[in-house]
């Protein structure tokens, strides 16, 4: 039982899909093999938090943007691949099998959809190309002092003059905003108004006078997350998501695509794959944390096929439901990895942070209690 264990976590899966799908395979495959350099391999063997190193970052992202392959769920018209859920996906556990860096792009990810979805003709011409290139590395502005969980009680001032909003006051817990061009935000537009009137949701130009950036250093040694101050900070009103006042309206879809697709399928496995590594460096074999791995290993893949299955709609969950589950789901499955590798490894420092970097997944883009209220609401509890 020991030797098949190990093989089982070891072999490779056959390749028996469709022909056209095997031949997209087979493009993939070809292209990891060539441009997919052991250094890079190491950079995201040794990544711990949502991105691997910027150095590796910079090389991969430049080559997958050569190929076209930068904004795997972008449409064609915008500069993306215009791939199907599918291939999508396939994409996603290759680079992860292949221990490919993590590049997690907000403007990727979060930001330039919305934009694609709510913004103006003349955003999506200054924004999506600036974002597919490079030049714009994006944060997201949402939390503050006194308001995480509970959004709604954001404070940052958005004074309106003229053509320009003057902003000042805080935000708090942005990653990697130290190393970002942009910030999407949401801040109070009406003095007097509370919860989620109001409010404006803004596209500001991180080189602005007045704006300092303060990086946290967080328990696992990294700084990733930073509080970002804003004194007269005076921002275009043109650059807005939404009417002023109804940036919460941006806000809800920005979330939803946030949630659905922070820790995907290829996060979780090249988690796993880490895990395992410390699994199998030990002397000796460990069959209870081989076998938590097989059944985690089956987890990712009823992942997989969920994420796939919610891609195209639900008959009974709308998409902010659909993506909590997927959020809910995902960040828990990727702190159980990461005790796996923990247990293995207790005194080996990439486990140790491995293990820390993921404490917060579930507090991140809402906690789990809050996803599963707003989850038992949408089936029809009270």
Excluded at 80 to 100: I, K, S
Excluded at 229 to 234: E, S
């Amino acid at each position: 039982m020991q030797g098949a264990t190990r093989f089982a976590l070891e072999r490779e899966p056959a390749n028996e899909a469709p022909v056209p799908m095997r031949d997209f395979a087979f493009e993939v495959d070809d292209f990891l093999a060539r441009d997919l350099t052991e250094d890079l391999r190491d950079a995201g063997r040794r990544t711990t938090g949502l991105k691997s190193d910027p150095a590796a970052c910079k090389v991969w992202r430049e080559r997958l943007r050569r190929k076209g392959w930068l904004a795997p769920s972008w449409p064609v018209e915008h500069g993306g691949p215009g791939w199907t859920v599918e291939q999508r996906l396939y994409f996603e556990r290759a680079c992860a099998d292949n221990d490919a860096p993590v590049l997690m792009s907000s403007g990727i990810r979060t930001i330039g959809p919305l934009i694609m979805s709510m913004g103006t003709p003349e955003q999506k011409h200054r924004y999506l190309p600036a974002i597919l290139s490079g030049r714009h590395e994006w944060c997201q502005g949402f939390s503050e002092p006194q308001a995480g969980s509970d959004l709604t009680a954001l404070a940052l001032k958005a004074e309106l003059d003229a053509d320009d909003f003057i902003l000042n006051g805080t935000k708090l817990w942005t990653s990697f905003a130290q190393t970002a061009t942009h910030m999407f935000l949401l801040a109070r537009s009406d003095r007097n108004s509370s919860g989620r009137d109001g409010i404006v949701f803004l596209l500001v130009d991180l080189s602005l006078p007045g704006i300092k950036v303060q990086p946290i250093r967080c328990i696992d040694g990294s700084a990733e997350v930073s509080e970002v101050f804003f004194d007269n900070v005076r921002t275009p009103a043109r650059d807005r998501i939404a009417a002023i006042g109804e940036g919460w309206k941006a806000a809800r879809k920005l979330m939803e695509i946030a949630r659905s697709n922070n820790t995907t399928t290829g996060v979780l496995r090249a988690a796993w794959r880490s895990a395992k590594r410390h699994v199998l460096a030990l002397d000796i074999p460990d069959e209870a944390l081989l076998s938590r791995l097989a059944r985690l290993d089956a987890d990712i893949q009823a992942f997989e096929a969920l994420e796939g299955r919610l891609a195209s709609g639900h008959p009974f969950l709308k998409p902010a439901s659909r993506a909590s589950l997927i959020k809910l789901r995902a960040t828990e499955l990727r702190q159980q990895i990461s005790e796996i590798g923990l247990a293995a490894q207790p005194n080996h420092p990439l486990a140790q942070t491995q293990y820390l970097s993921t404490r917060a997944a579930t507090i991140y883009s809402g906690t789990s209690e809050i996803h599963r209220n707003g989850l038992a609401h949408a089936i029809g509890c009270p």
